[in-house]
């Protein structure tokens, strides 16, 4: 459980963000440690990916990004408003401890890895490439909650295999510590 500061597991853009490549870090860095450090399977199937809101968020971008490396992903009321609401609920309630600077200016990052749609047309574009499973859900309550499903249907229509779900709860560890039941069944444990 990697600790991403308030960075959304991505790599130091701006000045004033979080510093440090937590992307790379997660991406490519802790599975190549641990891998050497312990008696796990190389292999991309055996391979997977987790977080809940930031971290939700990290797994999305980080699984699509470092496709060769994950299988599976699993996102929990994953953060994905930032290019899916509008730019002011964003800049106001979506920004709680300042997050956007990680992002830098969304309009001019929406065409880069910092969009996890950016990164599904990448895949989907490229034969070579291959999309991890999804593991996806959110609480009918959680103000992010049409940013999971259209980050789901995205998925779906890019080619991804995509479980989604969605049950009573808001954003918090009564939600999670439900789903991550689910979750752990749906990776076949």
């Known amino acids: 459980m ?3 500061e308030n960075s959304f597991y991505l790599d130091i853009l701006v000045k004033d963000g979080c ?4 992307g790379e870090y ?8 641990t891998r050497k450090m312990f008696p ?3 292999k991309r199937k055996d391979t997977f990916l987790g977080g809940l809101s930031m971290g939700g968020f990290g797994t999305c971008r980080n ?3 470092y496709c060769d490396t994950f299988s599976k992903a699993i996102v929990l009321s994953g953060a994905l408003h930032f290019y899916e609401y509008p730019a002011e609920w964003v800049r106001t ?11 830098g200016n969304l309009e001019e990052t929406r065409n880069t890895d910092r969009n996890p749609r950016y990164l599904m047309d990448m895949i989907k574009n490229d ?8 593991y996806i859900a959110c609480g009918l309550g959680d103000d992010l909650l049409e940013a999971n499903r259209a980050i789901a249907k995205a998925l779906k229509e890019a080619g991804a295999d995509v479980t989604y779900e969605e049950g009573e709860g808001i954003h918090d560890w009564i939600f999670w510590d439900e789903y ?3 979750a752990i069944k749906w990776m076949g444990f």
């Open 19 to 22: 510093l440090g490549d937590f």
């Open 40 to 42: 796990l399977s190389p």
């Open 63 to 65: 699984s699509l990004k």
């Open 2 to 4: 990697p600790s991403g």
């Open 93 to 103: 309630e979506g920004n709680m401890v300042g997050e956007v600077k990680n992002f």
């Open 26 to 33: 997660v991406g490519r860095e802790l599975v190549d440690v």
């Open 127 to 134: 034969p070579d490439k291959e999309f991890s499973s999804f």
């Open 180 to 182: 991550i039941q689910r």
